[in-house]
């Protein structure tokens, strides 16, 4: 994860405290064997990871063109996730359910659900913290918050969490019809985002909402030949696009 997008390796530390409270107390010297041979597995696969840092830095760590971005205090961490331009929980509402289930997850269970659930949170957070501690947190130019991407595993876990949550037929009902709803703004998006009818540098709200619950449905035949047997027209803009 972390040869992906180094940000990645704050994760490390969920799976690095799991390790540490449910081995080290039971069995700790079997425990630091097994912690420190897999700290010398990863060393050893990041490894090529190195070399090409020298390589083409002069050092290993990563450009200069990255770390010279951090604020490590991390003083856009607000506006990573509510930020129109961008902010993870405007352009993927359904997010907020599975960071809701998360939470869920570690207020109801009791001891290894409660722990990983609370472990899950952690990471979430750190993600926010160095995603809101770079100068260029707006991503812009890409679909959404692209840096939150690695977090998707987690989300699983909250959303399955929160399902499970949902005792009551009424209760399931709400959530799958919240759920349908998150995921057709998505593609909707997607689908706007595609084809140039939308900014795509920031959300406007009235606007985008309108098109993703009358214009798209009612160009979903026209995008969807225009998909399959013309692709490259995707590439045009379109006649009605609105340019920011």
């Known amino acids: 994860m972390a040869m992906v997008r180094e940000q990645d390796l704050f994760f490390l530390l969920g ?36 070399v090409a840092y020298m390589r083409l830095n002069g050092h290993p760590t990563p450009s200069r063109l990255v770390t010279r971005k951090m604020t490590w205090t991390a003083p856009h961490a607000l506006e990573v ?23 869920v997850l570690a207020i109801r269970h009791q001891q290894d659900r409660r722990r990983l659930a609370i472990l899950a949170l952690l990471m979430v957070a750190l993600q926010i913290y160095v995603g809101g501690s770079v100068e260029s947190w707006s991503v812009a130019g890409a679909f959404g918050q692209r840096r939150f991407v ?3 595993v987690l989300l699983t876990i909250g959303l399955a969490a929160l399902w499970e949550a949902s005792r009551s037929v009424a209760q399931r009902s709400a ?7 998150c ?19 920031r ?26 047997v013309n692709r490259e027209s995707y590439y045009r803009a379109h006649p009605a696009a609105r340019v920011p």
């Open 15 to 50: 799976p690095a405290l799991d390790f540490a409270i449910a081995r080290v107390p039971r069995e700790r010297w079997r425990a630091i064997g097994r912690g420190a041979l897999g700290a010398a597995a990863f060393a050893i696969c990041f490894l090529p990871q190195l």
């Open 81 to 103: 996730l509510f930020s129109p331009a961008h902010g993870f929980f405007i352009w993927t509402p359904l997010a907020v359910l599975a960071i809701a289930g998360l939470v």
């Open 175 to 181: 959530l799958r019809g919240i759920v349908v709803l």
């Open 150 to 152: 690695a977090l998707t």
């Open 203 to 228: 959300i406007e709200l009235g606007r985008n909402a309108y098109d993703a619950f009358v214009t798209v449905p009612r160009m979903a035949p026209e995008l969807a030949y225009r998909y399959f």
């Open 183 to 201: 995921v057709w703004w998505n593609l909707a998006l997607i689908a706007l985002f595609g084809t140039g009818l939308m900014n795509r540098q």
